[in-house]
């Protein structure tokens, strides 16, 4: 029995399929490669040393992806698949509601037909907007302020509707604070199509020398040094969350929500000063006028994810900032392969 991972190909998708193909379980990945790189599957393959199967679909043709349902025996599916920027949501919000929304309920359906019912959704912090307080518990109040966060807010109001129709369905959804870092081994990690909008891919292409300078984006905010802050969590971490939903849904039905943070906060600056205390390579920046949108401090509250999923976030900044640098040196190393062949 495998398991169906959608957007299996992209930055968290990849570092699940590594997760649980090393914890044995057979993979099955569908990705319409819109945000990801062929490649991937071979670093996958290098890192694990395992087989699986791929399927570059686009998930809002039915019958193409109902090859994947009608071809292979599917017990659960980790549901990644979906476009996750927030400034292009803005610009293009039916884009947004149209992919991340039909994507999902012909997913759905699909599962309904095959009847597959154990469900792990990739959800994000972005769905609390500006918290009234922190730390957030998952009971925090929901306000998406983008597309983007509101088309998340949105599968997860139809994942509800979609338990309360067959209560036979096991659904996690995993709220995911903000992951950063790489796999160990430096062969997968963040790796944006174009110029990056999260700070971590920032960080490592001024490290790079790809970019002259970090722009931080305001410094007056009410925090320890006027910088946001924010719970970075290690990707690996998110992805050991995933196997760890997929267990608990294989054990009990229902619908779940859960925090994937560390509980910590750090800010831009804090971060900054991390980078170049693991990696030695000094990062060049300039305050600049805050970025509209940003909430000054955002962080998690991670006890219910650790009290029943047993799960709990284990590496620390420093190995987050160590894995990022040594995946933005493979890919400047793998680039001057290219060039020097
Ligand atoms: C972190 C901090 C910036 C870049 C985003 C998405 C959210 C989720 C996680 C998907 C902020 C500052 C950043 C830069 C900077 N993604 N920064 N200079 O905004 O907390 O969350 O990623 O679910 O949906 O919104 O993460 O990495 O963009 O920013 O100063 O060049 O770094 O102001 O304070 P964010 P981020």
């Given at each position: ?7 299996g190909m992209?930055?968290?998708g990849s570092?699940?399929c590594v ?8 993979v099955?990945i569908?990705d319409?490669l819109?945000?990801s790189k062929i490649e991937v599957l071979q670093n996958i393959q290098d890192i694990t040393?395992k087989g699986f199967k791929f399927y570059k ?130 062969k997968i ?153």
């Amino acid at each position: 029995m495998a398991i169906l991972v959608t957007g299996g190909m992209g930055y968290i998708g990849s570092h699940t399929c590594v997760e649980l193909l090393n914890a044995g379980y057979e993979v099955v990945i569908v990705d319409n490669l819109s945000n990801s790189k062929i490649e991937v599957l071979q670093n996958i393959q290098d890192i694990t040393g395992k087989g699986f199967k791929f399927y570059k679909i686009n998930m809002l043709e039915k019958d193409s992806l109902e090859r994947v349902f009608h071809e292979n025996e599917i017990d659960a599916v980790i549901h990644f698949a979906g476009l996750k920027s927030v400034e292009e949501s803005v610009l293009h919000p039916l884009l947004y509601y149209k992919n991340n929304l039909m994507s999902t309920i012909t997913l759905c359906e699909l599962m309904q037909k095959y009847q597959i019912k154990n469900l792990v959704f990739s959800s994000s912090a972005t769905v609390y907007g500006i918290p009234e307080k922190v730390p957030i518990s998952e009971e925090s109040q929901l306000q998406a302020k983008s597309p983007y966060g509101r088309t998340k807010l949105m599968i997860e109001e139809i994942l509800e509707d979609v338990h309360q129709a067959d209560q036979q369905w096991s659904i996690s959804i995993l709220r995911y604070f903000n992951p950063i870092g790489a796999h160990e081994s430096g062969k997968i990690g963040e790796d944006p199509l174009g110029r990056p909008n999260n700070l971590m891919p920032t960080i490592t292409k001024v490290a790079a020398r790809k970019y002259n300078i970090l722009h931080v984006f305001g410094n007056n905010y009410p925090t320890i040094d006027g910088t946001c802050i924010r719970d970075y969590i290690h990707v690996t971490d998110i992805a050991n969350g995933h196997i760890k939903a997929l267990k608990k849904n294989k054990n009990s039905s229902g619908i779940h929500t859960y925090n994937l943070g560390t509980g910590k906060g750090y800010s831009v600056l804090e971060i900054i000063s991390s980078f170049e205390k693991v990696t030695g390579v000094h990062i060049p920046y300039q305050i600049i006028a805050p970025r509209s949108g940003d909430v000054a401090v955002c962080y998690a509250n991670p006890t219910k994810a650790e009290k029943e999923l047993g799960w709990k976030a284990r590496k620390e900044i420093d190995e987050m900032c160590m894995d990022s640098w040594r995946w933005e040196v493979n890919k400047m190393n793998d680039d001057l392969n290219k060039v020097n062949v």
